[in-house]
C-alpha cells in the first residue's frame, strides 16, 4: 500500500513537472502583487498575453502555469481573454485597441515580447510588459504600477507605430480587467448641476453597458468615470468582494461593462473613442490616460478606504496636510460688491476663526467690466470702479486680520463681450461657417493650441507674479464643449481636438505645478464638473458641488466620498433658506454636514449674529481642535447610507491609530415620536476603552451616556441609540481612547 502509494505520488510528480516543463517552455506568468491583492497575467503557447486573475492575493501564482486551455469545437480557438484584447483575432468583445494600419488591414494580433519588473521602491513597484503585432511594425507597452501599502493597481498603455506609414486608431482604451462570477451588481453615479455625484447600483445582465462622456470639460457633471462592482450580490458595505476602477481622465472617457456569451464580465476603461480617431505618425507613440484600480474582499467601506489612501498620497496635493478653513464669496456677495463688502466679510471671517478668504468671480474687467455672467470674462485686469485700490489692497486688509487671500479666475473661457474675444476670435473652440453657440454667454478657448496654453498658464503665473500675497486660486470652468473644432488643428487632425485638449490643460497644470508646488488650487467646474483624478493630481480640493442645501449634500458626499478624499470634499456652511434649494436648515444642522468634509463657508457671515454666532464659532474651534486631523488622515467607515430606508444617515472617521474617533449622524426625514438610530460604531480596536464628548450640541445633548468611557466592542457591536428624530436634527460625538 505504502510502495503504491509512493509510486503514484512519484508519477504524479513526475507527470506536474514535466507538465509544467514543457509548458513553462512557453509560459509564463506575470503577477502584479499587492498587499492584499494580486493580478495575473499568461503568455500561453501560441505567445498571446492573456488575463487571468484579479482579486484578493494568491500565495502561488504559478498555479496558473497548470490552467489548461478548452479549444473552441469549431475555431479550435481557446477561450482565454486578451490582457489587452484588439480587434483582430480570436476577440469578439468590446476590443480596447483597434486599428486601421496604412494599408487598410483592420486587424492587429499582439504577441508578448517581453516583460520588465522593478523592484519595490517606496512601497511601489512598476511592471511594464511589451507586446507587438505579429505582422506590423506596432508596439503596445502596459503599464502596471502596484501600490503595495493602498491595494491600487494603475495601468497605462503606450502605443508606438513603427511601421512606415501612420496608422488610424479607433479604440486605444487604458485597461481591460475581466472578472467571472455567476452575477455582476455595477455601482456607478449620475447627475446634473446642483446633484453630482448621484448614486444608482443594477444588475449586469448580457450586453454592454456603458458609462461615458462624450460633451468634454464639464466631464463629470453627468456621470462620472468611476465604478464599483459586486460579485455575486449587491456591494456591501463591510463584506464581499468588490472592485473599484476609477479613471484618471478630464476628457471624453467611455467605460464599458460587458457581460459576454460565456458569462464573464469585460470592463474596457480609457478615453472615448467617440469622434476621436487618432492618426498615429510613423515614429510616434500615444500614451493613455492612468485606469486605477482597487479590490477589497471586505466590501465597498475598504475599495473607498483604500481611495482615499491612495488619493491622498499620490492622486492630489497636499492630500495629507492640515488644510485652512475659506469664506468663499460668491453665495455671500454674487459680482455686487466693493471694497468695503469685502474687508467687512474679512473683518468677521477673522473673528470667527475662518482662515483663509477667497475672492469669488466679479473681480475683473473694466472695458467689459464683469457685474455678471454677460461679459468681461477674458480680461483678467482688476476692476477699477468695484476696486479701486486694487487687489493687493485686499490682499494686504487680509493679511492684516490675520487671513490667507484667495482669487477666483476662469481661464479656459471667454465672453464674447470682451477684449480677449475681439482680439483673439481664432482662439475660440468652434465650426467653421457656423455660427458660436454660447453657454452662460460664454465661449471655450481652444486649449489644443499652444499659443492659448500659453494665455492660460500667464493668467495664472503673472496674477501671482504681480500679486504675491496671492495663496489660493479657484479655478472653475462653467461650460462644456459645443460645435467641437479647432483653427489650430489641421484638417486631418480635428478628430483629435477632444484628446488635445485635455493634454493642452495639462500642460498648462504641470507647468504651473513645476513652478508653484504647493500652492493651494481648488478644481471646480460649475461645481463638480470636473472631478476626476486626472485634474485632481494638479489640486488640492475640488468644489463638490454648487448646491450647499445640507440635505442635498449629505447624498452628494456620500456619492463622491465612494471613490474620492473627504479631504478633498470642499464643504461649505451657506445661508438659509438655501440660494439653490429654498430648504430651510437649522445652523447646526448645516455645520454638522460641512463638517464632514472639507470645512469652509459660503455666505455673508454679518448675517449670523446672536446665539448663531457663539455657535458657528464654537464649531470652527472644535474643528479646527479635533475634526480636521481625522477629515485629513482618518479612515471613513459609512454606518447608515442616506439612501437606506429608515431616513437616517451616519459615517465616522477613526485615526490609523484607532486612538481618536469622530462619529457623525443626521436625521434626513421626520420620524414619528420615540423612533431614534441605533447606530453601530466601526473601525475601533474592540479591547480599546473610548471617552464620548458631544460636541456642537447647542445647548441640548443627544445621547443618554454623554460624559461616559465605553468599549470598543460595545459601541460597535451593541451601538448608540441617539435621541434625534425630527428632520434636520444632527449629532456629533467625538471618541477619545482612555487608559
Ligand atoms: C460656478 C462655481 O461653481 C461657483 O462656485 C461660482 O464660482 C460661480 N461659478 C462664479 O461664476
Redesign the pocket.
Known amino acids: 500500500m505504502q510502495t503504491i502509494y509512493k509510486r503514484t505520488i512519484g508519477a504524479f510528480i513526475l507527470i506536474l513537472s514535466s507538465c509544467l516543463l514543457s509548458f513553462a517552455q512557453n509560459a509564463k506568468v506575470i503577477e502584479i502583487q499587492t498587499k492584499s491583492t494580486s493580478l495575473v497575467y499568461a503568455v500561453d503557447s501560441n505567445g498571446r498575453l492573456v488575463f487571468q486573475y484579479y482579486g484578493k492575493a494568491v500565495e502561488s501564482p504559478a498555479a496558473f502555469l497548470l490552467q489548461k486551455s478548452y479549444p473552441k469545437p469549431d475555431t479550435n480557438r481557446d477561450f482565454s481573454y486578451e490582457a489587452y484584447p484588439t480587434f483582430g483575432l480570436g476577440n469578439v468583445n468590446e476590443p480596447a485597441l483597434s486599428v486601421v494600419h496604412a494599408d487598410g488591414s483592420m486587424n492587429t494580433e499582439l504577441a508578448f515580447d517581453g516583460v520588465e519588473k522593478g523592484e519595490t521602491f517606496q512601497g511601489v513597484s512598476e511592471t511594464i510588459i511589451r507586446l507587438k503585432d505579429r505582422i506590423y511594425a506596432l508596439e503596445v507597452e502596459l503599464h502596471l504600477k502596484a501600490f503595495v501599502e493602498e491595494d491600487v493597481i494603475t495601468q497605462h498603455v503606450v502605443i508606438r507605430n513603427n511601421e512606415p506609414e501612420a496608422v488610424r486608431m479607433t479604440n486605444f482604451a487604458s485597461s481591460f480587467l475581466l472578472l467571472k462570477s455567476s452575477e455582476y451588481y455595477l455601482t456607478h453615479f449620475y447627475g446634473a448641476w446642483a446633484g453630482e455625484m448621484s448614486v444608482v447600483e443594477e444588475k449586469l445582465e448580457n450586453g454592454i453597458k456603458v458609462i461615458e462622456c462624450k460633451k468634454g470639460v464639464r466631464t463629470t457633471q453627468t456621470e462620472n468615470a468611476s465604478f464599483i462592482v459586486s460579485l455575486n450580490h449587491q456591494a456591501q458595505e463591510n463584506e464581499g468582494d468588490c472592485y473599484g476602477g476609477t479613471l484618471a481622465w478630464s476628457g471624453n472617457y467611455r467605460l464599458t461593462f460587458q457581460v459576454d456569451e460565456l458569462k464573464k464580465l469585460n470592463i474596457v476603461s480609457g478615453v472615448n473613442p467617440f469622434l476621436s480617431d487618432w492618426h498615429l505618425k510613423s515614429g510616434e507613440s500615444l500614451t493613455t490616460p492612468e485606469m486605477i484600480y482597487t479590490f477589497s474582499s471586505q466590501g465597498k467601506g475598504q475599495v473607498s478606504r483604500n481611495f482615499h489612501d491612495w488619493g491622498r498620497k499620490y492622486g492630489m496635493v497636499g492630500g495629507t496636510k492640515l488644510h485652512d478653513i475659506v469664506l468663499?464669496s460668491?453665495e455671500g456677495a454674487y459680482f455686487t460688491f466693493n471694497e468695503a463688502t469685502l474687508t467687512g466679510m474679512m473683518d468677521d471671517a477673522a473673528e470667527m476663526g475662518i482662515e483663509t478668504f477667497v475672492l469669488?468671480?466679479g473681480w475683473f474687467g473694466n472695458k467689459y467690466p464683469r457685474n455678471n455672467?454677460d461679459a468681461g470674462l477674458g480680461d483678467w485686469q482688476t476692476n477699477t470702479q468695484k476696486l479701486p485700490d486694487g487687489l493687493d489692497y485686499l490682499i494686504d486688509y487680509a493679511h492684516s486680520k490675520g487671513l490667507k487671500f484667495g482669487l477666483?479666475i476662469?481661464p479656459e473661457m471667454v465672453n464674447p463681450e470682451s477684449e480677449l474675444a475681439a482680439n483673439h476670435p481664432e482662439w475660440v473652440v468652434q465650426s467653421p461657417g457656423r455660427e458660436k453657440i454660447t453657454w452662460r454667454n460664454q465661449w471655450l478657448l481652444d486649449l489644443s493650441n499652444p499659443k492659448v496654453q500659453d494665455f492660460v498658464y500667464n493668467v495664472f503665473d503673472s496674477l501671482l507674479t504681480t500679486h504675491p500675497g496671492i495663496e489660493y486660486i479657484?479655478w472653475?470652468a462653467?461650460r462644456h464643449v459645443e460645435q467641437a473644432g479647432s483653427t489650430w488643428l489641421p484638417t486631418s487632425e480635428q478628430t483629435h481636438f477632444w484628446v488635445d485638449y485635455t493634454k493642452g490643460l495639462y500642460s498648462v497644470y504641470g507647468r504651473i505645478r513645476a513652478k508653484y508646488p504647493d500652492f493651494v488650487i481648488q478644481d471646480?467646474?460649475?461645481?463638480g464638473g470636473r472631478l476626476d483624478y486626472g485634474a485632481l493630481k494638479y489640486h488640492n480640493e475640488f468644489?463638490t458641488s454648487?448646491n450647499t442645501d445640507p440635505l442635498s449634500r449629505i447624498f452628494i458626499q456620500y456619492g463622491t466620498n465612494l471613490i474620492y478624499p473627504p479631504v478633498g470634499t470642499a464643504s461649505h456652511v451657506s445661508t438659509s433658506p438655501n440660494h439653490q434649494t429654498q430648504r430651510m436648515a437649522p445652523l447646526k444642522f448645516r455645520f454638522d454636514v460641512a463638517m464632514t468634509g472639507r470645512l469652509g463657508m459660503e455666505l455673508q457671515p454679518r448675517n449670523i449674529q446672536g446665539p448663531d454666532r457663539t455657535f458657528a464659532m464654537e464649531a470652527i474651534q472644535n474643528y479646527k481642535q479635533a475634526v480636521r486631523p481625522l477629515i485629513t488622515n482618518g479612515d471613513l467607515f459609512r454606518l447608515i447610507s442616506p439612501y437606506d430606508e429608515g431616513g437616517w444617515a451616519a459615517q465616522m472617521y477613526v485615526s490609523k491609530d484607532e486612538t481618536d474617533a469622530v462619529l457623525f449622524a443626521f436625521s434626513i426625514e421626520p420620524h414619528t415620536r420615540g423612533i431614534f438610530p441605533t447606530v453601530k460604531l466601526n473601525g475601533l480596536d474592540p479591547a480599546k476603552r473610548y471617552q464620548i464628548t458631544e460636541i456642537n450640541t447647542n445647548g441640548r445633548s443627544r445621547f443618554w451616556g454623554d460624559g461616559q468611557t465605553l468599549p470598543g466592542d460595545y459601541l460597535m457591536n451593541v451601538g448608540l441609540e441617539l435621541k434625534i428624530s425630527n428632520q434636520y436634527d444632527s449629532a456629533v460625538f467625538l471618541l477619545k481612547e482612555i487608559n
Not at 471646480?524 to 461645481?527: E, N, P, Q, T, Y
Open positions: 468663499n460668491w469669488d468671480d455672467d477666483w476662469e479657484k472653475d462653467n471646480c467646474a460649475s461645481g468644489w454648487d
